[in-house]
């Protein structure tokens, strides 16, 4: 590790006494923090970014030696080194997919990415001093087009508008160098074909754009993955400064552009809608928890139900005349609350048992007004319960698996829940979201059901979990509390979901049970981990 006070290229480090402490420490940790990175980074990469951890550690034992929180520490610093690790390669590949995606129905791609640097640098210097300074703003350094503004001193507007011509340019240039037969070019074999994906629309030739409101949610993130799957440039609106959860979706889904925007402001979103110049808009934002909504009834009426609106004026008044912005609203089951017939379709009447369901009844008549005076593609998706390991841990399923977890590896003793008698239809999050997305690819609006015609009781959801850690009776770990129970209640849902499987021709891929159990699974993982680090 280098003499005391000599310069062992790792930036100055501890004297010899320390020098000893610090192999004790390096042994203590190494393997523990080997498997972490392991676990996170993979195989090819790992032993790179455990030499970095352990590189820091050694300049901080110069500072600080070994005080108490150094196993704590030290997961921490792992923890941001894999996450930068991740980040760069996820912007090479968005680097990559942004090219391509410039390119896209056009022509392959070459094979390596040094070719295809050496392609665009020479289809750069064709462009003019303008076009390439927005062009390098914007792609190479991923600034949003209102930092790029502030950069140009312009409005986002014209930093928009600069953008797509230069992309325009950018595009001909491109192609007039491997059209004018640069033989390493030509010659090799193409690695990347861009091809519209099954159903995509043509976006006016560009990439699309896609504004997501409810970022942060678990449908959010999962709706941002598969368009950035399928091309898309993202942006995900976020509330209030330093939003906790923007980390999260930067380090899960780095693609994602955020942007600041507030559903209760209509002004904050015509500013977002001007400047993202979406091509759809999905509104998943809202005040989903129906308990909340009956403490909270009126901000969920204003997020949840006005907030709709808000944003529908933002596309009206943007999208001009010839309104070309698309719209989804995440209707709900709720929305039936007393059910009136069983299964519920999309002519079942709405009869809602909560401020929630109220606002969302508001915020389904909303969009389709909005579809019949100003003939905006706007459509509903009366989406049931749906989860996944994402889901937030106040949801009565993802409350289940986060306790049997945690009950099988001895750190709760009960679960307390409220009704055990209801039962909801629950679906896979990810198997969701594409169904919004293929309302969106639609020549016409509507309104669909998103269910799996199968419902299951919470008490069924208690078998499920349970059963998941090998605990057939769960009565004794399982209390009941009236703290739990709502002032109206929503008895039994299921949907029927023909009129999705034949019009988008959407399938629920994923069963709640396998879903179910994932849950579980992840969560004892997650428990395990903290358990470790405290
Ligand atoms: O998990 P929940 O809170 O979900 P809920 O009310 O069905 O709403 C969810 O699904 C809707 C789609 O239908 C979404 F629109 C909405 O945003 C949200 O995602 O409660 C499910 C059932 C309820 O009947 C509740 O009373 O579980 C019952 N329950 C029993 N004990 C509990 C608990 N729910 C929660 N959250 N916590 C309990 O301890």
Redesign the pocket.
Request: proline share 0%; charged share 30%.
């Given at each position: 590790m280098g003499e005391e006070g000599g310069d062992d290229g790792l930036g100055g480090g501890p004297n010899t006494e320390d020098a000893r402490a610090f192999e004790g420490f390096y042994a203590n940790h190494c393997q523990a923090v080997t498997s972490y990175v392991r676990r996170r980074a993979g195989d090819a990469e790992f032993g790179d970014i455990v030499a970095q951890v352990f590189c820091v550690a050694w300049r901080r034992f110069d500072i600080v030696p070994s005080p108490p929180e150094d196993r704590l520490w030290l997961y921490g610093v792992a923890r941001r080194i894999v996450a930068d690790h991740r980040r760069s390669v996820l912007r090479r590949t968005k680097l990559r997919q942004r090219l391509a995606g410039e390119l896209a129905h056009t022509t392959d791609l070459p094979a390596s990415f040094e070719l295809l640097q050496s392609q665009v640098a020479a289809a750069m210097k064709r462009l003019s001093a303008r076009e390439h300074e927005v062009l390098r703003l914007v792609v190479w350094e991923e600034l949003s087009h209102a930092e790029a503004a502030a950069r140009l001193g312009c409005s986002p507007n014209a930093v928009e508008i600069r953008y797509r011509r230069a992309r325009v340019r950018f595009r001909a240039a491109f192609l007039a160098y491997t059209g004018a037969g640069s033989k390493e070019a030509l010659a090799v074999t193409p690695a990347i074909t861009v091809r519209p994906a099954a159903g995509e629309q043509p976006h006016g030739g560009h990439m699309p754009r896609a504004l997501i409101t409810g970022i942060t949610g678990q449908d959010g993130r999962y709706l941002a993955e598969l368009l950035i799957g399928k091309g898309y440039q993202v942006h995900g609106m976020v509330r209030g400064q330093a939003n906790p959860k923007a980390k999260l979706v930067q380090d899960e889904v780095p693609e994602v552009e955020l942007i600041d925007g507030d559903l209760t402001d209509l002004s904050s979103l015509i500013a977002v809608v001007e400047q993202v110049q979406p091509d759809e808009v999905y509104n998943l934002g809202?005040i989903?928890?129906?308990?909340l909504s009956f403490s909270q009834p009126e901000l969920t009426a204003n997020v949840s139900g006005s907030g709709v609106l808000r944003m529908l004026e933002a596309i009206r008044i943007v999208g001009g005349h010839d309104n070309r912005i698309r719209f989804y609203q995440a209707a709900?089951?709720?929305m039936f609350g007393e059910v009136h017939e069983v299964p519920q379709t999309e002519t079942t009447p709405f009869h809602p048992r909560s401020p929630?369901g109220t606002a969302?009844v508001f915020g389904y008549y909303t969009t389709l007004n909005y579809r019949e005076s100003y003939a905006i593609h706007a459509s509903n998706g009366i989406?049931?319960?749906h989860t996944s390991p994402r889901r937030g841990l106040?949801?009565?399923?993802r409350?289940i698996s986060n306790a049997v977890a945690r009950i099988s590896l001895g750190l709760q003793g009960t679960l307390?829940?409220?009704?055990?008698e209801?039962s909801?239809d629950f679906g896979y999050a990810g198997d969701y979201v594409e169904a919004m997305w293929r309302m969106l690819q639609q020549d016409e609006p509507g309104d669909f059901v998103v269910a799996t015609g199968r419902t299951w009781s919470?008490r069924e959801v208690l078998d499920l979990a349970f059963r998941a850690v090998g605990i057939e009776d769960w009565a004794p770990y399982v209390a009941t509390d009236g703290r739990?129970?709502?002032p109206a209640?929503?008895d039994h849902?299921v949907g029927d979901a023909s009129k999705a499987r034949a019009v988008l021709g959407w399938e629920p891929k994923v069963e709640f049970p396998q879903v179910l159990e994932e849950m579980v699974r992840n969560d004892i993982e997650l428990e395990r981990a903290k358990a470790n680090l405290e």
């Open positions: 809202a989903s928890f129906v308990k709900t089951s709720e929630y969302k989406l049931f319960n106040e949801f009565v399923e409350k307390t829940l409220g009704n055990l209801t909801r919470v739990f129970r709502r209640e929503v849902l």
